[in-house]
Structures are given as structure tokens and as C-alpha cells.
């Protein structure tokens, strides 16, 4: 019997039973004895809960298993977003019910996100542990997760790295199991039968149970387009890509600068968008015979109507939305919106919620439907209030955020979009009449009042404090340092390494840690090598220090990076790493006031780019930045136009853009790599710096400078 079939079979025997036999039987159960049992199904229910990776609420519709089931027994919530649109972040929410900014999973990655930004002694599965649940993972974790260890709290282990297709590794509590290629290794059919095996075992044990099942279609592979099961190879290959007002936008100049950067997308572009997107729909259908199993399994056992079953995403993905051929991390709807659906006890069936909610509703859902206690002071609500007091959150705003690249906060309601960039723009829609969120209403009047109201929300979201932002660097640089606590008789330091491109390999980078008022005796290592793996941009520098060495406030030391393997062009950077200690101990690091350190941006040839300066940290009152170009090896006048100008970074903002005009086409057989210098000063009290200098390469043989942790 095939999965359609066995769900098919369930909602006939649990929904179209005829009047009369409903009648009878609920006469007969009346007439029953109170039966004693291990627990109260109503105050302890199951919880399932399937989650896909980069799944957009329009391809919700292409899954006629989930659609079947959740019409017939479910509630859809239609105003459901993700409070940060990228993978490890919104998983962590899942699991803590906070926004990113208070559980601090800021990136994909270290060291400001990934795994082991997570306090993972302290999240959802324990805390259902301590209420008495089986805890059951299976699939993709948090980005970074190591493939020999068994997170906290997890009773039954079946984490997947490398999250993909095939070739991967499950941890079977313990024990690493390798998959290959054939299409028996097929991920999503291999997560199926294990998450049947693992319902049915958690029932015989007759303990409530959570489930978290996490493939990982239809995410992307290496950038390229999903991969299908073999069997649905071809399936969507005649489907139209839906193109909205919103597809390829002609005109975005109301969009911050790095969404007017973007080139219209050509014939070739949209081509590929569309083998993308079909290619996802693919990948989705085993997704959706996996769910049929499921339910089916759930059914068999005789505990189908006392599991509350949810399916949502950990974000959406963009396809050629705004000429965004791709990624995520962005407040647009494709990015942000995504499925959310749940049947079971306290959702009822066909019933849809309108009203905003968000991915930091889930943990508290699943909490009190528990009967748990949250060890965290979580952000979101229970999704039944919502269900019962609808009115109670029709003006409800949720906060979206992104700490990396172009870092924004904003809000969410039902009616309104609302981010606010650190490189002070500003995005404002009105849902109701522009769902496609082509005409950005930040600057007319009429919505003054509007934006004004949606801003405090925003603040009143930031009053405790906020992660600065990673910012877009000048060449292969060091960025803002954090520290973490002492441990082991140590201070550990992570200084941000970024570099402006994707390379097509790893780069290596060499480093070397030159005392300023710090002294060399107080680094464990003075020197050493850091490598920025492929399809990345970012790693971290780690430097150890004695914490009796940092009795004085405000010691400084200097990361210079010495070379670079393979021969990649970008100049050498040197940044100054300031520690600032109080008497309680460290409570800040910065590097530098302005991040100007001489680097290389590459850009391709075009009439307008943007070369980014930023500051470390935000401050109270404006900047302004007094700004020239001059030659270098490119001359104005043929390769660009000679200005000069200001620019200001608004208070509160971190960072902003000088406008650059390039001048015509730069051949790539003759004219690669032509250079030139941007120079900056300014008069700020606080910001202490003049003549900054930055060299920027003009390559005519690269994508525009942007931001490539989008496609993580």
C-alpha cells in the first residue's frame, strides 16, 4: 500500500464516518466506565513535528498529502513568519522560543552563529524530558552541530551531517552510520523510515513523546538546484514559474542599496531561476509521501488523535523576488513567510488564523501543551490563545531581524512590513494592497504616523540591547572581536575574519598578533593560519589570554594578516583589537573606530556600485564622512568618474554607502583589476580617525560585491 493510499485510509476511517455510527458510538462511550490510564491524553498530548529547510509558503500547494490531511483535521496559520530568515537562527528559535538577538545564534556559523553559539543546556527537549517526554530527533540540527555528538536532552539521537541528499552521516545514538548515493540513500526516504521506526518504538513505551523531524529538502545543493527524489526526477519540469509584480522588479529604486544594486535578471537568469524553483517542488514530494507515513503510522498505533502534528519550515527562499536570484535573509515576504499548519488537540479542523504569528511561537505552543516549564524567558506565545482570542492579536507585531551582511530590525503585522537597516534605510509595505511589496511607503507622508508607531514597535523590541552587525568589509579583514567567558584559566577572543567574495576554493590565511599595550606575554599564540572554507566568506581568528594579564582597561593589540594561499587579491589588513575591562572583568571588545582597514572590494564593471564604510559599533548622533576618489592604476574619467562628496551614517546605523560611477564596460582580457583609492575623514568627537584609505579593485570578471551568506 502506498503512502497516499495509507492516508487516504485514515482521514476515510477518522472523518467520514456516517452520522448514525457517530451517533451510536458516542452514546456508547458515554456509557463507559472512567478507564485509569499512565497519563491524561489531554493535559500531555504528542508532539510531531516536521520542518523543511528553505520551504516558501506558495509551495505549500504542490503537496496534496499535507493539504488533504491538514483541510480535513488541521488549523492553517496564514500570517506565519520567520522572525529571522536563515537557517541556524530560526532553528535555535525553535528550539528556545526566542528571538535571535536574546538566544544568540546570530549566524550559520562561528563565530557568531552555528552550533556552538547555542547555551544547548538549556533548550526545548530538555525541558520536555524533565515533563516527562521521550524526546526524538531525526535530520538536520543546527548548522555546525559535530557529526560524533549527541546534543542535550535528546532521548533518541538521529541527527544527519552534512545536512544533504546524499552523502551524509547519521548519528544513530552513538553509532555513525554513512550513506552513499544510490537512490536507497535518498535523505528525505532514509529520515521517513526512521521517524515510523521511532514513533513506533516511542509508543510501546507508553511515555509521551516529542518527535522533530528535519529533512532537508528542498533546500538547495552547493547552490544549485534541489535534488528530487529519483522516482519524481522530471515531475514539475513543464510548471511555469510564478512571476508576481514583484519578479525581476523593473524599478527598485525605493529598495536599500544593495537590493538597487542588483542587475535585472537576463533570459539566461530566469532560466536558471526556474530549473531552481521546479527542482524544489520536486524535491518537496517525498517530503509529502514521508508526512503520509507519518500520519499513517500515528493511526496504526491508535495515538493519531492525540498527537498534535505541526509542518512549517525554517524560513522561505527567494526566486528572482526584487532580482534575487536566490538566498534568503532578506524581510521580503518569500524569505520570511512560510508554512504553518497543526492539527490535534486545541486546533480545530478548517479553521484559519489570519492574525501574525511567528517562529517564536512554536517552543511556547509545545511547552504548554507539555505542561513543561522553559528554563528561558521566551519570546512568543501560545499558539491556542491565538486560536481562542483571535481579536486579543489583531494589532500583534513580531520583530524580524538579521545580524549579518545587510543587518535590519523591523516588524511584521498582518497589514505592515517595516525594516529598518543599519545602514539607516528604510523599507516600509502596506500587506493589504501591496502583498508583492513593490512600493516602499517609508518616505510619503500619508504613512508617516504609520512608520512612526511601527518604529517604536521595533525599539521597544531593541530595549535591552542588540548584536551589532557584521559588516560588508573591505577586503579580506578583521572585524569587531567578542569575547567569551573565562574558562579553563583562559579569556578566549574571536576576531571576525571576512573577506568581499566567494573564492572557488578554501583560502588560508596566515595571521600574527602584534602587541600594542597589551604585551606579547599575554597571548598564548602569537601567530598562526586560519582557513575560509569554500562557498564561505567568514571564519574567526581564536586568541587565548591569561585573565590576570588584562588588570588594565582598554589594552590593545593588532591582528595583521600576513599572506593569503592561493593567490588571492586582496591586500594585506591590519586592525586594532581594543579590551576593555572593569573591575567585574571584560565587558567589550572592539577593533578600531572606523572598519577602513586597506582591503580590496571587487566589483563588476557597471555605471553605479557602492563601496561600504562602517563603524564598529553604533552610536548616539551622526557621523559625517568626508569622502574623494583618486587614482590608482584605474584612471578617472575613462574607468570611473572622480568625485568627491559626504556621506552620513545616521544615528543608531552602523554603516552606509559612497556611491561610485564607473565608466562604461572593463574588458576582462585587458583591463582586469584596475584599481583605485576612496579616501575618507571625519571631524566626529567620537569617532577618532582622519585620511582613512581604501583601495578598491574594479573586476570586471565578478558578480557585484553583495552579500554571499545569503545562499547559507
Known amino acids: 500500500m502506498g503512502p497516499g493510499s495509507v492516508l487516504s485510509q485514515v482521514l476515510r476511517h477518522r472523518l467520514r464516518l456516517p452520522l448514525a455510527l457517530v451517533a451510536v458510538t458516542a452514546l456508547a462511550v458515554a456509557a463507559l466506565p472512567p478507564v485509569e490510564s499512565a497519563r491524561a491524553v489531554a493535559s500531555q498530548p504528542n508532539v510531531v513535528v516536521v520542518m523543511t529547510d528553505d520551504q516558501t509558503y506558495e509551495q505549500l500547494r504542490v503537496m496534496p498529502q499535507?493539504?488533504?490531511?491538514?483541510?480535513?483535521?488541521?488549523?492553517?496559520?496564514?500570517?506565519?513568519?520567520?522572525?529571522?530568515?536563515?537557517?541556524?537562527?530560526?532553528?535555535?528559535?525553535?528550539?528556545t522560543g526566542q528571538y535571535a538577538l536574546n538566544h544568540g545564534v546570530l549566524s550559520n556559523t562561528e563565530p557568531r552563529g552555528g552550533y556552538?553559539?547555542?547555551?544547548?543546556?538549556?533548550?526545548?527537549p530538555l525541558?520536555?524530558?524533565?515533563?516527562?517526554?521521550?524526546?526524538?530527533?531525526?535530520?538536520?540540527?543546527?548548522?555546525?552541530?559535530?557529526?560524533?555528538?549527541?546534543?542535550?536532552?535528546?532521548?533518541?539521537?538521529?541527527?544527519?551531517?552534512?545536512?544533504?541528499?546524499?552523502?551524509?552521516?547519521?548519528?544513530?545514538?552513538?553509532?555513525?552510520?554513512?550513506?552513499?548515493?544510490?537512490?536507497?540513500?535518498?535523505?528525505?526516504?532514509?529520515?521517513?523510515d526512521r521517524a515510523v521506526d521511532s514513533i513506533n518504538e516511542a509508543v510501546d513505551l507508553g511515555d509521551p513523546f516529542l518527535t522533530y523531524i528535519a529533512p532537508y529538502a528542498p533546500h538547495t545543493l552547493n547552490g544549485g538546484p534541489a535534488a528530487p527524489a529519483p522516482r519524481h526526477v522530471g515531475m514539475f519540469d513543464d510548471e511555469p514559474m510564478p512571476m508576481g509584480p514583484g519578479f525581476n522588479e523593473a524599478d527598485v529604486s525605493d529598495k536599500p542599496a544593495y537590493i538597487e544594486a542588483s542587475p535585472l535578471m537576463t533570459s539566461s537568469d530566469v532560466a536558471d531561476v526556474t530549473e531552481r524553483y521546479q527542482k524544489v517542488l520536486e524535491s518537496l514530494q517525498a517530503v509529502d509521501e514521508m508526512?503520509?507515513?507519518?500520519?499513517?503510522?500515528?493511526?496504526?498505533?491508535?495515538?493519531?488523535?492525540?498527537?498534535?502534528?505541526?509542518?512549517?519550515?525554517?524560513?522561505?527562499?527567494?526566486?528572482?523576488?526584487?532580482?534575487?536570484?536566490?538566498?534568503?535573509?532578506?524581510?521580503?515576504?518569500?524569505?520570511?513567510?512560510?508554512?504553518?499548519?497543526?492539527?490535534?488537540?486545541?486546533?480545530?479542523?478548517?479553521?484559519?488564523?489570519?492574525?501574525?504569528?511567528?517562529?517564536?511561537?512554536?517552543?511556547?505552543?509545545?511547552?504548554?501543551?507539555?505542561?513543561?516549564?522553559?528554563?528561558?524567558?521566551?519570546?512568543?506565545?501560545?499558539?491556542?490563545?491565538v486560536v481562542l482570542s483571535p481579536t486579543s492579536f489583531a494589532d500583534r507585531a513580531?520583530?524580524?531581524?538579521?545580524?549579518?551582511?545587510?543587518?535590519?530590525?523591523?516588524?511584521?503585522?498582518?497589514?505592515?512590513?517595516?525594516?529598518?537597516?543599519?545602514?539607516?534605510?528604510?523599507?516600509?509595505?502596506?500587506?493589504?494592497?501591496?502583498?508583492?511589496?513593490?512600493?516602499?511607503?517609508?518616505?510619503?507622508?500619508?504613512?508617516?504616523a504609520v512608520k512612526a508607531d511601527l518604529a517604536a514597535r521595533v525599539d521597544a523590541f531593541l530595549a535591552g540591547g542588540f548584536p551589532p552587525c557584521s559588516l560588508p568589509?573591505?577586503?579580506?579583514?578583521?572585524?569587531?572581536?567578542?569575547?567569551?567567558?573565562?574558562?579553563?584559566?583562559?579569556?578566549?577572543?574571536?576576531?571576525?575574519?571576512?573577506?568581499?567574495?566567494?573564492?572557488?576554493?578554501p583560502v588560508t590565511v596566515g595571521y600574527v598578533l602584534n602587541p600594542g599595550?597589551?604585551?606579547?606575554?599575554d597571548f598564548k599564540e602569537r601567530s598562526g593560519t586560519v582557513t575560509v572554507a569554500q562557498g564561505r566568506t567568514a571564519s574567526s581568528i581564536a586568541v587565548d589570554i591569561l585573565p590576570d594579564k588584562l588588570a588594565e582597561s582598554n589594552e590593545a593589540f593588532e591582528v595583521e594578516i600576513t599572506s593569503v594561499s592561493p593567490d588571492f587579491a586582496v591586500e594585506r589588513g591590519v586592525?586594532?583589537?581594543?579590551?576593555?575591562?572593569?573591575?567585574?572583568?571584560?565587558?567589550?571588545?572592539?577593533?578600531?573606530?572606523?572598519?577602513?582597514?586597506?582591503?580590496?572590494?571587487?566589483?563588476?564593471?557597471?555605471?553605479?556600485?557602492?563601496?561600504?564604510?562602517?563603524?564598529?559599533?553604533?552610536?548616539?548622533?551622526?557621523?559625517?564622512?568626508?569622502?574623494?576618489?583618486?587614482?590608482?592604476?584605474?584612471?578617472?574619467?575613462?574607468?570611473?568618474?572622480?568625485?568627491?562628496?559626504?556621506?552620513?551614517?545616521?544615528?543608531?546605523a552602523s554603516w552606509a554607502h559612497i556611491p561610485v560611477q564607473l565608466v562604461g564596460s572593463i574588458a576582462a582580457d585587458t583591463e582586469s583589476d584596475e584599481a583605485f583609492t576612496v579616501n575618507m575623514s571625519t571631524t566626529s568627537a567620537l569617532v577618532q580617525i582622519t585620511d582613512a584609505t581604501g583601495k578598491v579593485t574594479i573586476y570586471s570578471g565578478a558578480e557585484t560585491a553583495g552579500d554571499p551568506t545569503r545562499g547559507q
Not at 531525526?138 to 546524499?166: R, S
Not at 499513517?296 to 498505533?301: E, I, S
Not at 498582518?414 to 523599507?427: K, L, N, V
Not at 567569551?484 to 567574495?501: D, I
Request: hydrophobic share 35%; charged share 20%; net charge negative.
Open 66 to 95: 499535507i493539504n488533504e490531511f491538514f483541510d480535513a483535521k488541521g488549523t492553517a496559520f496564514d500570517s506565519f513568519v520567520s522572525s529571522y530568515p536563515l537557517c541556524c537562527p530560526s532553528r535555535a528559535t525553535f528550539l
Open 116 to 124: 556552538p553559539a547555542l547555551d544547548n543546556d538549556n533548550t526545548l
Open 127 to 192: 525541558w520536555l524530558q524533565d515533563a516527562g517526554y521521550r524526546t526524538t530527533h531525526i535530520g538536520k540540527y543546527l548548522n555546525g552541530t559535530p557529526a560524533e555528538e549527541i546534543p542535550p536532552g535528546w532521548d533518541d539521537w538521529q541527527g544527519m551531517e552534512p545536512p544533504n541528499y546524499y552523502d551524509y552521516v547519521i548519528n544513530d545514538n552513538g553509532t555513525l552510520v554513512s550513506y552513499g548515493s544510490d537512490p536507497e540513500d535518498y535523505s528525505t526516504d532514509v529520515i521517513a
Open 291 to 385: 508526512f503520509g507515513r507519518i500520519v499513517g503510522t500515528l493511526d496504526d498505533a491508535g495515538v493519531l488523535e492525540d498527537t498534535v502534528v505541526m509542518f512549517t519550515s525554517d524560513n522561505g527562499q527567494m526566486h528572482g523576488e526584487h532580482r534575487q536570484q536566490r538566498g534568503k535573509g532578506v524581510p521580503y515576504e518569500e524569505s520570511i513567510r512560510m508554512p504553518l499548519l497543526v492539527a490535534g488537540p486545541g486546533f480545530p479542523a478548517g479553521a484559519h488564523v489570519a492574525e501574525q504569528t511567528a517562529n517564536v511561537d512554536l517552543a511556547p505552543t509545545i511547552v504548554a501543551l507539555a505542561g513543561a516549564r522553559a528554563e528561558r524567558v521566551m519570546d512568543g506565545v501560545d499558539l491556542r490563545s
Open 398 to 448: 513580531v520583530l524580524i531581524e538579521r545580524y549579518e551582511g545587510d543587518c535590519f530590525e523591523g516588524v511584521r503585522t498582518p497589514t505592515y512590513m517595516y525594516a529598518r537597516h543599519h545602514s539607516g534605510e528604510e523599507e516600509l509595505y502596506d500587506l493589504r494592497v501591496d502583498r508583492a511589496e513593490i512600493n516602499s511607503l517609508h518616505a510619503d507622508p500619508d504613512y508617516a
Open 473 to 505: 568589509p573591505l577586503g579580506v579583514s578583521v572585524g569587531d572581536a567578542t569575547v567569551t567567558e573565562a574558562r579553563k584559566g583562559k579569556v578566549s577572543v574571536s576576531v571576525p575574519l571576512t573577506m568581499s567574495q566567494l573564492a572557488d576554493g
Open 517 to 521: 599595550t597589551a604585551s606579547a606575554e
Open 575 to 652: 586592525g586594532t583589537v581594543t579590551i576593555r575591562s572593569s573591575g567585574s572583568g571584560i565587558s567589550a571588545l572592539s577593533i578600531g573606530d572606523v572598519a577602513t582597514v586597506e582591503g580590496d572590494i571587487r566589483l563588476k564593471a557597471a555605471d553605479l556600485t557602492y563601496v561600504t564604510v562602517g563603524l564598529t559599533k553604533k552610536l548616539s548622533e551622526p557621523v559625517v564622512i568626508d569622502w574623494s576618489t583618486a587614482n590608482g592604476t584605474a584612471m578617472a574619467g575613462s574607468d570611473y568618474v572622480a568625485a568627491t562628496g559626504q556621506i552620513t551614517i545616521a544615528a543608531g
